[in-house]
């Protein structure tokens, strides 16, 4: 009987380790001059082979026909939507997550591993990097989409304990009334597979000329609802402008009405590791469950993000998630385990990355990563209020910068900013992505990325510029 291609890879397996680091390192070192995005639309394609010849055969044709056409989207030029880099130290936790494959759910000894009590050292380390008090729990999701689904979900069985119903157990049968100004699309999602419907939400008009929300507005749409429970989604952190509602009043809001207040602060949570900064969530440590993303300002790889919730609601989220009448996964009232508490039953060991990198860099390494990029934000900003093309759409808040045409520039800014963006594109050095703010078309830049510096703006700025004037139309 021939040697099975699966021994064969296991004998040669520390080649192949070292083929990977190889082919690892070779993007990682050149993050700053790979084309930054997508060059094609389409990719050779192979059929499953008949004879499986071993882990080299995928690694030549990845070699040979995809390494190219993988960008750079976590080198220090890609400022599309809220995109974060892997730090070195997450990218060694990241890699012996595979390594170990541990079974994420218990911590029962016997039914599971440690994996799970590393995942609360790594949620641990994060409220301590964060300010938040011990008064919250929390573990891993896939990302922000899927904490703010989380987070809502519990808000939903809560709202429904208000009237003494499990909705968990019953199903939804009365309209949930939720609050908001400006909330990410992804929680909109959620209360669309919460089966509360996009519809119940109530948009509360923002202060002038800004994302946050109008205290004095939220206030009447409270008054409206004459004490009815209600939720209310709070952006800690806009992807445009990087607004912040007032915690500080929210929070003493919660003193006089009924509701749970969910914080969606994806990325601008990481604002507490700023002092300069901080004073915007002053107020978030009172909220009932907030959202915080791995994969962005964390600079863990993708698939990461964190849902926290008030240790005090444990019962509510365990009624949401438990995992019941399965014998073989134990009983879900007993014994702590994560497929009682989030949505997914397997995970992958996502904590590890989380862990690895804020055990490598503490509180003094985020804190210099984010007040450089705010620094870089505020840098891009400057330069490009001062050119002759580009105006700020609003002021740099924190860490994104979202800006359009000077006025009289044109009369086509969306075409215009389109043309740019497409010359960016081509050009490969710059990755920008589109928005529209208050009914204006424009461009935005996130600095998130550990590893971006001035000389990256200013490339940043020499691009811009030098695509304006590519897009100029031919003088009549
Ligand atoms: C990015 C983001 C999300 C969604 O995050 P995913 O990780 O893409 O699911 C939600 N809310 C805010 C404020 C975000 O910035």
């Known amino acids: 009987m021939p040697v099975s291609s699966f021994q064969n890879d296991l004998i040669n397996l520390p080649s192949l380790l070292d083929a990977i680091q190889q082919l690892a390192l070779t993007h990682i070192q050149n993050l700053s001059t790979i084309h930054i995005s997508p060059k094609t639309s389409n990719i050779p394609s192979a059929n499953l082979p008949e004879m499986g010849q071993g882990a080299t055969f995928p690694l030549h044709w990845f070699t040979e026909h995809y390494q190219a056409l993988m960008t750079a989207s976590a080198g220090p030029r890609y400022l599309g939507f809220v995109t974060g880099g892997t730090t070195p130290a997450a990218l060694a936790g990241d890699w012996l997550v595979s390594a170990f494959d541990q079974n994420t759910?218990?911590?029962?000894?016997?039914?599971?591993?440690?994996?799970?009590?590393?995942?609360?050292?790594?949620?641990?380390?994060?409220?301590?990097?964060?300010?938040?008090?011990?008064?919250?729990?929390?573990?891993?999701?896939?990302?922000?989409?899927?904490?703010?689904?989380?987070?809502?979900?519990?808000?939903?069985?809560?709202?429904?304990?208000?009237?003494?119903l499990d909705i968990a157990t019953e199903g939804l049968r009365q309209d949930v009334p939720v609050l908001s100004?400006?909330?990410?699309?992804?929680?909109?999602?959620?209360?669309?597979?919460?089966?509360?419907?996009?519809?119940?939400?109530?948009?509360?008009?923002?202060?002038?000329?800004?994302?946050?929300?109008?205290?004095?507005?939220?206030?009447?749409?409270?008054?409206?609802?004459?004490?009815?429970?209600?939720?209310?989604?709070?952006?800690?952190?806009?992807?445009?402008?990087?607004?912040?509602?007032?915690?500080?009043?929210?929070?003493?809001?919660?003193?006089?009405?009924?509701?749970?207040?969910?914080?969606?602060?994806?990325?601008?949570?990481?604002?507490?590791?700023?002092?300069?900064?901080?004073?915007?969530?002053?107020?978030?440590?009172?909220?009932d469950s907030i959202t915080i993303d791995g994969h962005k300002w964390l600079n863990v790889p993708y698939d990461s993000a964190v849902i926290l919730t008030r240790t005090e609601h444990a019962h509510l989220q365990r009624d949401t998630f438990k995992n019941a009448n399965a014998p073989y996964l134990g009983?879900?009232?007993?014994?702590?385990?994560?497929?009682?508490?989030?949505?997914?039953?397997?995970?992958?060991?996502?904590?590890?990355?989380?862990?690895?990198?804020?055990?490598?860099?503490?509180?003094?390494?985020?804190?210099?990563?984010?007040?450089?990029?705010?620094?870089?934000?505020?840098?891009?900003?400057?330069?490009?209020?001062?050119?002759?093309?580009?105006?700020?759409?609003?002021?740099?808040?924190?860490?994104?910068v979202c800006f359009t045409l000077k006025a009289g520039q044109t009369n086509d800014i969306n075409t215009r900013l389109n043309d740019i963006l497409t010359h960016l594109k081509q050009r490969g050095r710059v990755f920008l992505t589109p928005t529209a703010y208050k009914g204006i078309p424009c461009l935005r830049a996130a600095f998130v990325n550990w590893q971006t510096t001035d000389a990256d703006v200013q490339i940043v700025v020499d691009e811009l510029l030098t695509a304006w004037q590519a897009v100029q139309p031919v003088d009549q």
Request: with cysteine.
């Open 331 to 400: 009983d879900p009232l007993q014994n702590f385990s994560y497929l009682n508490f989030v949505p997914e039953n397997s995970r992958r060991f996502r904590a590890l990355p989380a862990w690895f990198t804020l055990m490598a860099y503490g509180r003094d390494g985020y804190r210099a990563l984010v007040e450089n990029s705010i620094t870089r934000a505020q840098q891009l900003g400057r330069l490009l209020d001062e050119s002759a093309v580009f105006s700020l759409a609003a002021p740099v808040r924190l860490n994104v």
């Open 105 to 164: 759910q218990s911590i029962t000894p016997g039914s599971g591993d440690c994996s799970a009590l590393l995942e609360q050292e790594a949620i641990r380390l994060l409220t301590q990097l964060l300010n938040l008090p011990d008064a919250f729990m929390g573990g891993f999701v896939t990302g922000a989409t899927m904490s703010n689904f989380t987070g809502l979900a519990v808000a939903r069985q809560w709202f429904g304990a208000e009237y003494g």
């Open 181 to 287: 100004a400006t909330p990410h699309s992804s929680a909109v999602k959620a209360l669309a597979m919460l089966g509360i419907g996009r519809n119940s939400l109530r948009f509360v008009p923002t202060l002038p000329n800004r994302e946050a929300i109008d205290p004095a507005e939220l206030e009447l749409a409270i008054e409206e609802l004459k004490g009815e429970p209600f939720i209310l989604i709070s952006s800690g952190g806009t992807v445009d402008t990087v607004d912040f509602d007032d915690m500080a009043f929210i929070g003493d809001l919660k003193k006089r009405y009924r509701f749970w207040w969910h914080v969606d602060a994806a990325f601008g949570g990481f604002a507490a590791c700023s002092p300069a900064y901080a004073h915007l969530l002053n107020g978030w440590e009172l909220a």
